[in-house]
Nanobody, 120 residues
């Protein structure tokens, strides 16, 4: 089994910064794409940013230029640096990982979510 543990959420004023971390542990053969999603109150979950095992990234248009995703493959950890935060960034942020458990087995895993609240 694989666990994803997130940290770094909290309350911040508009214009401030937060850094989210997500560490994967368990029976991991390799990790493919890792990403961050968010679910604002009353809305659907949406992709914020993703990073491949080779370091290629993609971002939602709403966060381009403000958020940066990175990963440490040796630590099985993905990060999300969030700068210039806006009240509309308020959401529960979820970590996601596409994990290979062996050459023949591959599953998708989610973290428990961490709340980010941006006050105006």
């Amino acid at each position: 089994q694989v666990q994803l543990v997130e940290s770094g959420g909290g309350l911040v004023q508009a214009g401030g910064s937060l850094r989210l971390s997500c560490a994967a542990s368990g029976s991991i053969f390799s990790i493919n794409t890792m990403g961050w999603y968010r679910q604002p109150p009353g809305k659907q979950r949406e992709l914020v940013a993703a990073i491949s095992s080779g370091g290629s990234t993609n971002y939602a248009d709403s966060v381009k230029g403000r958020f940066t995703i990175s990963r440490d493959n040796a630590k099985n950890t993905v990060y999300l640096q969030m700068n210039s935060l806006k009240p509309e960034d308020t959401a529960v942020y979820y970590c996601n990982a596409d994990v290979s458990l062996s050459w023949f087995s591959r599953n998708d895993y989610w973290g428990q979510g961490t709340q980010v609240t941006v006050s105006s």
